[in-house]
């Protein structure tokens, strides 16, 4: 029996999806009886295959810490051979162990971390700063380190993947920081559909004296934040919209209220979002 892999079809181009479904499709049909076929997406990506031959659809769990370390030495062994010529193989195993250990070492003695980092996406993130950072030290400040995530996420990622983004980071970030404190001063970790779009809408036209182009759709804004940033995960279950983990939430929502300069909202917030009030406090000189 042969495997096939057809991996990230949620980076096939929109207008490609239904020509691309149909070529999958072909394959299956003409292979299937010897061949298993994986397919690969994000959720928002699998929506969009349109193809008649069924698959079984599964997703994928949060970590425990021993696969969270088993991903992080086969992570690093992966990019400490690619840095390397094909012939140059001394030392690659105990120099990959070494830097995993070091971010696994730094994960496990800080709470915030190991919280963050059973997410797989948010491990990756956490490998990927890790490994270029000279000093191989993630931020001891977490506004820092969110502050770092949201850069790879919306600017180092669409360009590394040569995707135009609806707009430039600086733009992406500041209308994610109302959308995300506006969803903490309600109490919500998650929206409907309709409401995201209502509020990004209102966010978007908040920040256009800061675009180029004011005429940015609310429905290419969010999906290219769940398609590419993946800083939005759509709820298949529900069909809401939610962050990617609450504690970008938290700390967008912080940066929004240091950027309002109205420290005063945070005093209204309920007890579960403390965490936004002491985010803003380790980027401002609090006074109440």
């Known amino acids: 029996q042969a495997l096939v892999m057809i991996d990230g079809f949620d980076e096939v181009a929109e207008e490609q999806c239904e020509a691309v479904s149909a070529w999958i499709d072909q394959a299956v049909r003409d292979y ?23 698959f079984t659809a599964v997703a994928v769990k949060e970590f425990n810490a021993k696969q969270r370390n088993k991903f992080l030495h086969q992570w690093y062994q992966c990019q400490v051979k690619n840095d390397r010529l094909a012939s140059d193989t001394e030392g690659v195993a105990e120099e990959a162990s070494r830097e995993a250990n070091d971010l696994i070492e730094q994960i496990e003695r800080r709470k915030e971390l190991t919280k963050m980092a059973d ?73 409907s559909l309709e409401a995201m779009h209502e509020l990004v809408e209102k966010n978007l036209n908040r920040c256009v004296e800061l675009t180029t182009d004011s ?8 999906e290219q934040i769940e398609d590419v940033s993946e800083l939005f995960v759509r709820k298949q279950a ?51």
Request: charged fraction near 20%; glycine fraction near 4%; charge should be negative.
């Open 32 to 54: 299937g009886q010897t061949t298993t076929f994986i397919l690969t997406t994000r959720p928002a990506g699998y929506e969009r295959y349109s193809g008649e031959q069924p």
């Open 238 to 288: 529900s069909d809401e919209y939610e962050f990617a983990h609450r504690s970008f939430q938290e700390y967008l929502a912080a940066v929004e209220v240091k950027r309002q300069q109205n420290e005063g909202l945070l005093l209204d917030l309920k007890a579960e979002w403390q965490d936004t009030a002491v985010l803003y406090a380790a980027q401002a000189n609090p006074t109440q």
């Open 119 to 191: 997410n797989p996406l948010l491990l990756c993130m956490m490998a990927t700063y890790h490994r270029g950072n000279p000093a191989r030290n993630l931020p001891l400040a977490r506004p820092r380190l969110y502050q770092g995530f949201c850069q790879m996420l919306l600017e180092d990622r669409p360009l590394s993947k040569k995707i135009p983004m609806a707009l430039p980071a600086d733009e992406s970030k500041a209308v994610l920081q109302g959308v995300a404190l506006e969803m903490v001063q309600q109490d919500r970790i998650a929206l």
């Open 215 to 222: 005429a940015v759709a609310s429905r290419d804004f969010v």
